[in-house]
């Protein structure tokens, strides 16, 4: 089994950061890409960042220039560093990750999700 942990969500003003981060565990071989999505109230979950496990990165047109992803030594941790938020980024944000267990199983594991406000 694999868990995806995710941490630094919480409240900041129009213009404020955060930084989340999310750790994969358990019973992995290796972990491929990693992502982080987001889920407004009454809109479908969309795309935020995605880093390749070679850290090749894409980003949605809407957080370009302002949030930034990136993985830790260990590969198992993706984070992502909002800056100059702004009310719209207000959101749920799940962070996700392509694992090859060591069953040689691939399948995408999700996080609980992380909530995010930004007030105006």
């Known amino acids: 089994q694999v868990q995806l942990v995710e941490s630094g969500g919480g409240l900041v003003q129009a213009g404020g950061s955060l930084r989340l981060s999310c750790a994969a565990s358990?019973?992995?071989?290796?972990?491929?890409?990693m992502g982080w999505y987001r889920q407004a109230p009454g809109k479908q979950r969309e795309l935020v960042a995605v880093i390749s496990s070679g850290s090749n990165t894409n980003y949605a047109d809407s957080v370009k220039g302002r949030f930034t992803i990136s993985r830790g030594n260990a590969k198992n941790t993706v984070y992502l560093q909002m800056n100059s938020l702004k009310p719209e980024d207000t959101a749920v944000y799940y962070c996700?990750?392509?694992?090859?267990?060591?069953?040689?199983?691939?399948?995408?594991?999700w996080g609980q999700g992380t909530q995010v406000t930004v007030s105006s």
């Open positions: 996700n990750a392509d694992v090859s267990t060591y069953s040689r199983i691939n399948y995408v594991y």
């Open positions: 358990g019973s992995i071989f290796s972990v491929h890409a």
